[in-house]
């Protein structure tokens, strides 16, 4: 088979199936759905990915590769002690701004990764361990690093990993929630904006109020 034609196959079932699982879930989402949109025989599914489940882990990768090239914070393998150069509230603050601009596109609309993974967190898969070690744990436990060089800046050495804990939950919460409300936002308030200049300003609001939690 021409590489070229292989290569060409390949990224339409993976950006057909970023747009279906995202939209569908994995279990709504069939083989054959995919190979429609995407144009291909239904056996090339498991000619280049094995399975759906094996295309739907490939989609992900794919979708958080897209992410990335979007907004390199979302990169978390050089270490979770990144922006070592930084103070601990620019840390704060910048990887506030990298979870809103994870779960939101540029439109503010729902990402497409961030749509996959609210699948994947209300009917988990085969794939919800990976996705908790690859994206989802590997995220947090970052942001737990995070909020801790914050307290121990503030001289909080007196809150325990627990309560660290916590607050990076609710700061994770703030942060997923404008993607879960995205289609309605405008009715909820029309004030409030998720496109770039809104995020800035939510941003703010959130780190504020993790802020007030480590002081």
Known sequence: MNPATT????????EAAVGLFASQGFAATSVRQVCDHAD???AAVNYH???????????????????????????????????ADADPETRLRRFVAMLLDHSLDPDGKP???????????????????????????????ALCDVCGFVAADRGREDLSPESIARIAFLISAQCM???????????????????????????????????????
């Not at 990915?49 to 050089?78: C, H, M, P, Q």
């Not at 990402?111 to 908790?132: A, K």
């Open 7 to 14: 290569e060409a196959t390949q990224y339409r079932l993976l």
């Open 111 to 141: 990402s497409d990764l961030g749509r996959i993974l609210i699948h994947e967190m209300l009917d988990p898969t085969e794939s919800f361990d990976r996705q908790v070690e690859v994206s989802i744990g590997r995220v947090f436990n």
């Open 49 to 83: 990915f094995g399975s759906k489940s094996g295309l739907y882990d490939a989609a992900i990768d794919f979708a958080r590769a897209a992410s990335v090239a979007r907004n390199v914070w979302v990169e978390l393998d050089t270490g979770r002690d990144f922006w």
């Open 40 to 42: 291909a025989n239904v």
């Open 177 to 215: 929630y404008p993607s879960l409300v995205a289609g309605v936002a405008a009715t909820l308030h029309p004030a409030v904006s998720l496109d770039q200049a809104g995020r800035e300003i939510l941003a703010e609001h959130i780190v504020q109020a993790a802020l007030n939690s480590l002081r």
